[in-house]
Every structure is written in C-alpha cells, then in structure tokens.
C-alpha cells in the first residue's frame, strides 16, 4: 500500500512473474482492479564470500542464482583510485591476482539470466592480507636474555607477531609497531626466529626464519681440587653453544685472577688459609653467560714457621708461634713414639706438660679451621726435654780427707754439677760419670748439697738436698800450762763447730785424758821428766771428730827433795838437795824481809852457796827446777828456815817446817 505513485511492491521472489493490479482505496471503500499487468523480478544478488589467499590475490566465491547463466565480478580499490578489473564467469568462485598486498577492495557482483538482463548486484569489501615483513633484524641482550627483534614495516599490517622457536619451547611477541622484544630466552639453546604480519584478511606468510644463538649457560657441576697443596685446579663439564671458558678467582683479601681456555679445567696458584670465590662463564658469539653458582673453596690454614720453644725443663715445654692466616685452632702433639700428649687452644701458645725427662718428643703444630680441618702437612720439630733430677745415693770419705758424693741417675751424655751450699759459701764439683769429688771444704760447717743435671737441651731440677756435715775445725793454739809437778792446765782456741772436747796427754807408761765442753782442762797424775804426745779430739754435736796433733810436751822436771840449809862461814849458807831422776837446771830462792837472794848451782851440783846474808831473819826457801826457755817453776814444796846471830855473824839455822807451794814465806829473825 502506498499513499502515492510510482510504488514499489517489496518482498517478492526472485527471477519470478506476477501479476500487477492496482486499486485505490478511499474513504468511500475501494475501486475495483486495474486491467492486470505481467511483470517478472530479476535474478537475486549473488550472495559472495571473499579473502585474501595470498597478499596479492583475492578469492570470490558465491552460490549459484536461480536461472542464472553468467555472472559479472568487478573490483577496484575502495578509495577509488586505481583501475578497475571486471571479470565476466560461468562458475561461482573467481579469484584476483595481482593486487596490491595489504589494500581494501570494493567487490561488487550480480547474474544474468538467458536473456543478459542483469539481476540485482551485490557488493562487498575485502583487504588483501600484508607481505612478510622485510629487512629482519636482530639484536641479543646477553644480560638480560632477551633478543630485540626489528623490520620494515608492511602495507595493510595491523600487527605484528614474532616466533621464537627451539627444540624445547616456543615463545612469541605480538606489536602494533615495527619492533618486539622478546624476553624470557633459555641460554644454550638456538631459536629460529620468524616474524609475520596480520590484519582483517589474515597473516602473511612467515619470513624466512633467522637463526639466533643465545649465550652458553654456565657450567654446572664444578669441580675443585687442590692436589698437591699450592695448586688449585677448577674443572667443569662441556656446555653447549661455548666457543670458551674463563675462570674467576678471587681471595678473600680482594685479589682476583683469571684463566681463559676453551678447554674444560684451568690450574690457579693457591695459598693456605685462603677462602677463594670462583665463578666460571662460557663464552660465544653472542656473549657471556649468565652467572652462574659462585663456588667457595677454603684452603688449609697456614702451619706456623716459627715454632720457638721458650722453656724446657724436665717435665715441661712451653713454645710459642706467630699466627697463621686461617687457623681458628691450633692442635700441637708431643710424641716419643709410644705416648702422645696434646693440648689444643686458640692462642698462638701451648704448655706441654707431663712429659718425660730426658726424652725426645717430635713437636708438631697443626693449625685447625672448621671448614677444612687440620692441615696435616705441618713439620714437626725434635726437643728433648731436660734431663732427670739425679739422686744423690751417699757421701764418702776416704783416705785424703776428699768427700765423694755418688748419685744415681739415666740420663743420656749429661754433665752434673754437685753444689755444697753452706754459711761459708758454694763449692761444686762436676762429673759426667756418677761421682765427683768435693775437696777443700772448710771445717766445721753444715753444708746442703745437691745434684744438677746439664744436657744440650737444658738443666733438670735439683735433686733432694742431702745435708753434709764437716768435721769440727781443730784449735788454732794450744797451750800446756804445768799447775803442780803432776797437774797440768791444757787450754786451746775454740774450734768451729766444735761442741766438745777431749784432750790426751800419752808417754810411754801412761795416758791421762779429759772430755769437756769447755777450751781447758786440769790433767792429773802427770809424771814429771817425761815427755808426753798431745791429742786434741774436737768433736761436733754430731759425734763428728777432728783429730788435732800438736808438738809433745816435756813434763817440768822433778822438784828437788831433802832441801836443808847448812851455815856456811861466818855470813854465808849453803843450800843442798837432793837430785830426783833425770837431769835439770835448779835456780834457788830465799825469800826474807830483808830481801830476795838467789844462787844458781854449777851444771851437775846439787848445793848453792850464797855468802852475805843477813842473819836474824826467816827465810822461805824454794829450790826450782829451770825449763829449757828460762822459765823458772815455782810449784816446789817450799820451806821456812830461822837464821839467830851469833854476835855480828851467823847464828843457829834452825827448821821451821814447810809452806803451801802458793804462799810466798818471809824469813824472820829469831
């Protein structure tokens, strides 16, 4: 129905005759029918499906229209520049060539039926599909493993996508730009890399691929050794994609060395106590590789070089070192080949003890750390320890006075020294036997003597003191004083040391003898006449004893007997005794108030005469015998005699009887 003329009638059948009649309707109702007309519809619009097969090509294809016997195609750019190509078919598909890649067409097609009457056309816009990309570029980030991936850009391209391919994985970048990165690439592996171009008529075709080596990876299961000490060796299996390799090592004080081979081991000059951090990379044309473990490697820490013993005694070695780099420890053993004493410690000193003496001990200082142990390769040194204490067995005495001390002792090739110490000083004496003899020492003196072996490697301890004691010293004087004709006073210096006494007075018929404390002595029953040997024993409180030899003593002589005064003229006096054994000089006294008068009688003669005395008077008469030096003795009996007058001379001479020997008597007149 339509309110004006020309109408169209819409929705009928293609390529169909009808009937046309036209009524008009208004408000009265409707006309009757026009006179018919016939028309027929013309063919349907080929319903078209295109693409682009090919950057330069696109393919149409349709179903074949009812009573259609040819169909029309045309194509031209959609911006109308350019020619355009109208193709005349039979079938139902037709494909363009020669176009421009990566441009949008305008396709417009329609049928015609057996009469060429064209039907009603279709039309439709179809884009080729781009060119593959051009002038492929690469560019490889070793460090971050990434390949940076450029090119021309292509016609009609709404994107880009880039492959990467390897016989493990498969990785891709999609652009809108002419470049693309992609990240996340496996070292040691080759990609074959492709890059292909898309838009709404499909991707390009992809461009050759480009062959992309990345670095090698780093080796894996490094291997270190050091064999011997000194020579650090570092190997690693092979990598895939590595032209070479080099090795890094660097100590813990900073320095740094490397080696470069394209073998798989390189050979480093080690030190002890040392941590080395090496790290090994492979190389190729593409670069270095990543970082891979970085391995650690400590070497044994350093032996001391300057082990010093600073003492060493029977017992006892105390050394001491510099530290060495990379001990924490240090294990020092003393062995003698069957017993092994240790000591461990963290300073650069160690005291070892309980050991034996005169002994050799190989020494040795291993210097010890947690992560390699003890260095085992550490010297030892030989120190023999100093010799035993030597025992003092006994002390003896022999014919010469000479004190031989005798020790017992197993020490090897030493030499002792035997020390007496006392108040008067040391002596010694050395041996390399078990005796020496101690000579010279002073008398009575209390002395401690002790043994002391000397060896190269040092002196031992004292041995226990053994006390000795000399024998007192004997009297420096010694005098013998005759009291009484049978008593004698012997005294003497003090003698050091000496605690008593014991003094002998010996002839050949008898002996007298005294023990005291004290320097002197009375010794009765003294012969006179007789010549006597002197002994002197000073003995100390010990019992210890000094013979002491002095010059005999000679006994006085014999005091005179029967002495009597005879008148002898008429003023002189005639004294006479009697002679006892042996033969003697005799000086005579006679003692008076009026004075002394002394006469001598001739060698042989046992009278003296003295001639003016006076009368009237006692007289204390004593008759002397005279020692060898002049002295007179004066222990005689002595006795008292009366001399009267007779007128002017001499009287009677009268016995008044005797006088003790220590009083001097006075003659008096009568």
Known sequence: MVAN???TVTGLKAATLYQITIRSIGAAGRSQASPPKHAKTVLAAPVLEVHSPSPDSILVQWEAVYTAVGFSVSIMRANGLGRIWKENTTNTTLTFTSLDSGTLYTI??????ANGTPGDDSTCNQRTSPRAPANIQVSFDSGALEASVSWAPTEGAFNYTVMAVSDSSELSCSTTFSSCTIASLQCGTEYL???????DAGYSRSTPAVTLRTVACAPGRVTIQEDPPGHLSVSWPNVDLSDYYVTFVKSDDGLEVHCNTSLTQCNFFS???FTYFISVFAYNKAGQSPLGDVFNYTTAPCCPSDVNPVLVSSDRVEIVWSPVRGAELYETKAVDGLHTVECNDTAPACTLSALECDTKYNITVYSFNEVR???????????TTAPCSPEIKNISKDAFSTLNVHWRSSNYDATYTVTARGEKGLYRCRSTGESCSLGDLPCGSVFSVTAVAKTQAGRSLPSYSVPLETVPCCPASL???QVTQSVVNM?????TGAETYMTVLESHTRQSKCHTHQNHCLLGCITCGVNYTVVLKAISATGLTADCAYQSYSSSACCPLGVKLYRLGPNGIRIYWQA????ANYSTDLYGSKGIFTCAPSAGLSFCDITKIPCGDVYTVMVSPVSETGLKLTFCPKKIYSVTCSGSTLGMVIYRGKKNADTNGTMRHG
């Open 5 to 7: 003329s020309p109408g």
């Open 108 to 113: 417009k097609a329609y049928a015609w039926n």
């Open 193 to 199: 890399i492709s890059v292909s171009a898309c838009n």
């Open 271 to 273: 030190e002890c106590g």
């Open 373 to 383: 142990g003890s260095n085992m390769s550490c010297t030892s040194q030989l120190i």
């Open 479 to 481: 005098t013998v004083t």
């Open 491 to 495: 005294s003497w210096t003090v003698g």
């Open 580 to 583: 006892t054994r042996g033969s």
